[in-house]
């Protein structure tokens, strides 16, 4: 490793500066991302062997930040989801919005005179 690079940082430490750009207390961030605070002290400090899937997209999406990245920190891959799944929890789109989105996506994908 040459001097310019810093290693990465623990997931700990990029979710706690995460938090800290978003401008959310430990309490805060508790409550947006519906997990305990016991759990958010536990994942700053690098106690959790294992976090879950489903706290690690909780905050993902309470933090604005990309699902993958998260889980690459936590080393761990990122389960694969559908587009519907995506757009509820990446965006926090309503049903009726996916819906939309999949008719535009139709309607392209319709186009034979579009295609390479």
């Known amino acids: 490793m040459t ?28 409550t947006e991302s519906g997990i305990t605070l016991s759990s958010i002290y536990r994942l700053i400090s690098d106690d959790v062997d294992r976090p879950s899937t489903e706290n690690l997209m909780s905050l993902a999406k309470v933090l604005h930040l990309d699902p993958a990245e998260v889980f690459a920190h936590a080393g761990i891959s ?13 965006y926090g789109l309503p049903d009726h919005a996916i819906a939309q989105i999949h008719a535009i996506i139709a309607a392209h994908t319709d186009q034979k005179g579009d295609r390479p």
């Open 78 to 90: 990122a389960p694969s989801t559908d587009l519907d799944t995506l757009l509820r929890s990446q």
């Open 3 to 30: 001097d310019d690079q810093q290693p990465s940082p623990s997931l700990g430490q990029y979710l706690d500066e995460a938090r800290k750009q978003a401008r959310y207390t430990l309490r805060q961030l508790a």
